[in-house]
């Protein structure tokens, strides 16, 4: 089976890591399945992989019925050919190309205006185009159907020991260690940092990638409140350490999830969730 991921966010590495966050789960479930990623070019050189292709996604050609069948993303998926699309949250660059011949198209929506999910006159959000639209977080809007837990990159047992950052960092063992994390817009990461802290920046040559597997050997996380930082940071184990810092977001409402989400107690991984689904099919 080829299943392909389909992101079009352009701020931060979320979306990437939300796609490879399913690549992994899908490998610890050993499934027989082609996995690929697309979506646009990333600005993070650590972050680079095989398994990711980058499309161009031209808001004109991909509104218009006839421009956006012959449009890069459109040659990029019939050229893989994939039994599954699971879309992350950008419907608006497919409404002209599903469905895709053969192919099933699952919807994941983590929070969002209410509006992301109606879209504008001539141009609107239509659900029949998915088998299954699936909320990735807990919040509830009309138009999705299903929910399973945050999607994080990692699970507790495949985290680094937690002597493994200090080792990393040359940080002696009597000595607090405090780290700035940012993988969102170039410079926002002088509003989360202090000035003790050890910065990871995710625009760097040498990140580590994924981090979030690194992190539980740090005493004190301090990072901007956005999906894949907050759900990590209580899946993982290090939430109670983590002192985060609500940027302002088009799409993503963080002083939201600091609020409402601090309670919320994570059974499964969504990764594995999805992972599951995806080999019964």
């Given at each position: 089976?080829?299943?392909?991921?389909?992101?079009?966010?352009?701020?931060?590495?979320?979306?990437?890591?939300?796609?490879?966050?399913?690549?992994?789960?899908?490998?610890?479930?050993?499934?027989?399945?082609?996995y690929r990623m697309f979506g646009p070019a990333?600005?993070?050189?650590?972050?680079?992989?095989?398994?990711?292709?980058?499309?161009?996604?031209?808001?004109?050609?991909?509104?218009?019925?006839?421009?956006?069948?012959?449009?890069?993303?459109?040659?990029?998926?019939?050229?893989?050919?994939?039994?599954?699309?699971?879309?992350?949250?950008?419907?608006?660059?497919?409404?002209?190309?599903?469905?895709?011949?053969?192919?099933?198209?699952?919807?994941?929506?983590?929070?969002?205006?209410?509006?992301?999910?109606?879209?504008?006159?001539?141009?609107?959000?239509?659900?029949?185009?998915?088998?299954?639209?699936?909320?990735?977080?807990?919040?509830?809007?009309?138009?999705?159907?299903?929910?399973?837990?945050?999607?994080?990159?990692?699970?507790?047992?495949?985290?680094?020991?937690?002597?493994?950052?200090?080792?990393?960092?040359?940080?002696?063992?009597?000595?607090?260690?405090?780290?700035?994390?940012?993988?969102?817009?170039?410079?926002?990461?002088?509003?989360?940092?202090?000035?003790?802290?050890?910065?990871?920046?995710?625009?760097?040559?040498?990140?580590l990638f994924p981090l979030a597997e690194w992190?539980?050997?740090?005493?004190?996380?301090?990072?901007?409140?956005?999906?894949?930082?907050?759900?990590?940071?209580?899946?993982?184990?290090?939430?109670?350490?983590?002192?985060?810092?609500?940027?302002?977001?088009?799409?993503?409402?963080?002083?939201?999830r600091v609020h409402a989400c601090g309670g919320?107690?994570?059974?499964?991984?969504?990764?594995?969730?999805?992972?599951?689904?995806?080999?019964?099919?």
């Amino acid at each position: 089976m080829k299943v392909a991921y389909f992101t079009g966010g352009t701020v931060g590495a979320g979306h990437l890591v939300r796609g490879v966050a399913i690549g992994r789960a899908l490998a610890r479930r050993a499934c027989d399945v082609e996995y690929r990623m697309f979506g646009p070019a990333l600005p993070f050189p650590a972050a680079t992989r095989d398994d990711y292709q980058a499309v161009a996604l031209d808001e004109a050609t991909l509104r218009d019925p006839d421009r956006a069948r012959a449009s890069e993303l459109a040659a990029a998926l019939a050229a893989f050919r994939p039994d599954l699309l699971v879309v992350d949250m950008f419907w608006a660059p497919l409404r002209r190309l599903l469905p895709l011949a053969g192919c099933e198209a699952w919807l994941l929506v983590r929070c969002c205006p209410r509006g992301w999910l109606a879209g504008t006159p001539g141009f609107s959000f239509d659900p029949r185009q998915y088998a299954r639209a699936i909320a990735i977080e807990p919040f509830r809007h009309a138009a999705l159907r299903e929910a399973v837990d945050p999607i994080v990159v990692c699970n507790p047992d495949e985290c680094r020991p937690t002597s493994a950052l200090r080792e990393r960092l040359g940080t002696a063992s009597d000595r607090p260690l405090v780290v700035a994390t940012h993988a969102g817009v170039r410079g926002e990461l002088d509003g989360i940092a202090t000035p003790d802290a050890v910065r990871f920046d995710l625009f760097a040559d040498d990140a580590l990638f994924p981090l979030a597997e690194w992190l539980p050997g740090a005493d004190v996380v301090l990072a901007a409140a956005g999906y894949n930082s907050f759900w990590e940071a209580r899946w993982l184990g290090y939430a109670s350490r983590t002192r985060f810092t609500s940027l302002r977001r088009a799409i993503d409402d963080q002083a939201w999830r600091v609020h409402a989400c601090g309670g919320h107690v994570m059974r499964t991984n969504g990764a594995d969730v999805l992972a599951g689904w995806i080999a019964g099919r």
